[in-house]
């Protein structure tokens, strides 16, 4: 069996008693079928020969089993069902777990769309395994065997023609398996990779609209979708060969048993059972082979899921935790780091102090390792080499990184609700008070029970990055990570937060990724990154001739009409406070 089909399988453990009732529904149910089949057929037989039957006891026995058939169909649905929904929500659990557990180092190169049909699409597929297979297949091979052992006491000749040509029938979807795991693969990917595109093209259909590529990302869409059509036929052509296969082998084998019960049975009375009872032994297999079909594209699911919940963590959860001073400070001590193994070092031995009450700004080049020091620091990896203490205490014996230590991300998301409910996602006991005061902090003047739309498109740029700045503050983490929180806001309320800051760095250890001048001028001390190492530090009077490349921008003549031969004029100065943010946007 597939380690991941197994996986699965294993999962309906912790749902034992839902599990047995499904597969003693469904076995009953069967077992009932079969049994007013054979008492009908047993009645007919009388009818046939002549011969007197007790249609009264007949009768009762015949009711009896349709209405155990009724409530045991109508039971098994409800409890397959209601085992299968319960399965597919402990596993949306798993996969969140999973998520959260692996954000966001493993989840670089996997694309928002593609998580959403793993957890989706992927999962709702697997219903039909738990739902419809698993307690179906233990039934069909119950019902196989008593069909069989029910035949060969009217003759032995029976089970030898029909349990052969069963075989059959379950080897065509066994020999058609090698293209079901291909057409799996190839459905789960097409739809996983449509999805994708989709929930790329709604997010981004402002910038679509902006920049007139509506109809090419439409061409997209429509690549993709008969793309997926494609792999859809090819899928339900193969499962239209494994019908067509078993039909035939069904047809054989009735026509098969007909004769032989024309040749061997001589009492006209057991001729009906003795149909009865070898349709018992190929109905099953006819219904196995059914389940079977499916199996490619359950196995496809079934491994994406698999992949996904069972990838490890990035960083381990810490041993020994042990309590941070309620005033630590941040320490690099010799940090050296890569993404990959065997990739470029990114950090080369960093080494610097972010002192409690005070503000470090980190400033260098685009690919210096600015960002990469926020990702450590927030452990989102742990370090190739040296360590980073939080109050004294290495990171990875904290045991909340992120009760200590906040950011105010580049990159700003907002959640679909109100201003008040985004500022409590990393304090969600905050009261009203709070909230309140933290908006007054960020210098966002707006009724905290403003509706929010999704990613915050109701709120201006400088709003969100105001509205992550109170979000930050309100979780009164020590420790407070600003990368570029002004850079959405016009040179006043740069100038206004940046005083607001100020006075609540007074009770945090404060590390400021700077893209702005102005915001290094009013560090307490700087570090200037270069390659990965710390090439200068201090203050902006002893860095000032070293941080002026990376904040004035190259020199570029303005157009001229003047003669080729003429001497070029100086470039204007620029007007004040007009110096452009030079190479370090990106993350690094």
């Known amino acids: 069996m597939n380690p991941s089909i197994r996986w699965l399988a294993g999962a309906v453990g912790a749902h034992r008693r839902a599990f047995l009732s499904t597969l003693a529904a469904n076995l009953a149910g069967q077992l009932a079928v079969l049994g007013a089949a054979v008492t009908a057929a047993w009645l007919v037989g009388r009818v046939i020969a002549g011969r007197s039957a007790p249609l009264d006891v007949a ?59 793993a957890v989706l699409s992927d999962i709702e597929t697997l219903e039909w395994l738990f739902a419809h297979t698993l307690a179906q297949l233990i039934t069909a091979g119950t019902v196989l065997v008593a069909g069989s052992v029910g035949a060969a006491l009217i003759d032995p000749l029976l089970p030898a023609v029909t349990l052969p040509l069963a075989a059959c029938v379950l080897a065509v979807p066994l020999w058609l398996r090698k293209a079901a795991h291909r057409h799996g693969d190839e459905l789960r990917a097409a739809t996983a990779e449509l999805t994708a595109d989709v929930v790329d093209t709604v997010q981004g259909m402002r910038e679509l609209t902006a920049f007139r590529a509506l109809e090419r990302r439409r061409d997209l869409l429509a690549r993709k979708t008969r793309r997926l059509a494609r792999a859809q036929a090819a899928n339900a052509a193969r499962g239209g060969i494994e019908a067509a296969l078993t039909d035939l082998l069904l047809a054989v084998a009735a026509a098969g048993t ?18 009865v009872l070898a349709a018992g032994s190929l109905g099953p297999a ?10 490619g ?26 309590p941070v001073p309620a005033r630590p400070d941040v320490v690099f001590e010799d940090v050296r ?21 005070r503000t470090v700004a980190l400033v260098g080049a685009s690919g210096a390792g600015k960002s990469t020091c926020v990702s450590l620091l927030l452990r989102h990896w742990d370090p ?121 760095a007074a009770g945090r250890a404060t590390l400021v990724i700077a893209h702005r001048l102005s915001t290094v001028r009013r560090a ?60 370090g946007n990106g993350q690094t």
């Not at 994406?304 to 990035?314: C, E, I, S, Y």
Request: hydrophobic share 45%.
């Open 59 to 117: 009768g009762a026995v015949l009711g009896g089993l349709v209405v155990v058939a009724t409530l045991a169909a109508w039971w098994e649905t409800y409890v397959a069902h209601d085992l299968a929904y319960l399965v597919l929500a402990r596993l949306r659990g798993q996969v969140y777990d999973a998520v959260a557990r692996i954000a966001p180092a493993r989840l670089l190169g996997r694309r928002s769309g593609d998580l959403s049909a």
């Open 258 to 275: 007909l004769l032989l019960i024309a040749t061997v049975i001589r009492d006209p009375a057991g001729a009906p059972v003795a149909m």
């Open 286 to 295: 006819a219904q196995v082979a059914l389940l079977l079909k499916e199996y």
């Open 297 to 322: 594209t359950l196995r496809a699911a079934a491994d994406r899921v698999h992949t996904l919940v069972t990838a490890p963590a990035n960083v381990s959860p810490p041993r020994e935790p042990l």
């Open 337 to 357: 780091f890569r993404y990959t193994p065997g990739g470029p070092d990114v950090l080369r031995g960093v080494s610097f102090r972010v002192p409690y009450g």
């Open 384 to 504: 190739d080499g040296g360590r980073i203490l939080v109050g004294g205490v290495p990171l990875p014996r904290v045991a909340d990184p992120h009760r200590h230590v906040t950011v105010v991300p580049q990159d700003v998301h907002l959640f679909a609700g109100t201003l008040a409910g985004n500022v409590r996602l990393g304090a969600p006991g905050a009261p009203d008070a709070d909230v309140a005061a933290a908006l007054r902090t960020a210098q966002l003047t707006l009724d905290p029970e403003l509706p929010v739309g999704e990613r915050g498109v109701t709120l201006s740029g400088g709003q969100r990055a105001r509205a992550a700045v109170a979000r930050a503050l309100a979780t009164r983490a020590p420790v407070l990570v600003l990368d570029e929180a002004v850079a959405n806001l016009d040179p006043d309320n740069e100038a206004r937060l940046t005083e607001a800051l100020e006075e609540a």
């Open 524 to 583: 307490d001390h700087i570090v200037l990154l270069e390659e990965g190492r710390v090439a200068a530090e201090g203050t902006y009077a002893d860095l000032a001739d070293r941080l002026s490349p990376l904040f004035t921008p190259p020199a570029t003549p303005a157009p001229s009409c003047a003669s080729p031969d003429a001497p070029p004029s100086a470039p204007p100065a620029p007007p004040p406070g007009a110096r452009a943010e030079a190479a």
